[in-house]
């Protein structure tokens, strides 16, 4: 079983940086295709960014294109969610998937996540 956490989320205001890890334990996620959703209140979860199990592919949704990174650490089996020059938009709840089938053509889709953790709220004033 696969166990994902979330932490770094924060208060910050517009313009400003925060990273966001997700640790894993459990499996090791080295085989895995890893994810960064978020969802803001009363709004669909969407993708934000993605990174190919060997590391060497990386996807990133067109609002955070430029702002944002996911670099991993595998030896730490944690993988990042680098955001900066953050925005009010970027406000809500990330959260972090794994995908042990590693369908990186679908990786924009949080249905062919399995594993999910519980997500770290982002709140970015103006």
């Known amino acids: 079983q696969v166990q994902l956490l979330e932490s770094g989320g924060g208060l910050v205001q517009a313009g400003g940086s925060l990273r966001l890890s997700c640790a894993q334990s459990?499996?090791?996620?080295?085989?895995?295709?890893m994810g960064w959703f978020r969802q803001a209140p009363g709004a669909e979860r969407e993708f934000v960014a993605a990174?190919?199990?060997?590391?060497?592919?990386?996807d990133y949704a067109d609002s955070v294109k430029g702002r944002f990174t996911i670099p991993i650490d595998n030896p730490k089996l944690t993988v990042y969610l680098q955001m900066n020059s953050l925005k009010p938009e970027d406000t809500g709840d990330y959260y972090c998937?794994?995908?042990?089938?590693?369908?990186?053509?679908?990786?924009?889709?949080?249905?062919?996540?399995?594993?999910w953790g519980r997500g770290t709220q982002v709140t970015v004033t103006s």
């Open positions: 998937a794994a995908d042990s089938w590693r369908e990186w053509s679908k990786r924009r889709r949080a249905n062919i996540y399995n594993y």
């Open positions: 990174i190919n199990w060997g590391g060497t592919d990386t």
């Open positions: 459990g499996r090791t996620y080295t085989s895995s295709n």
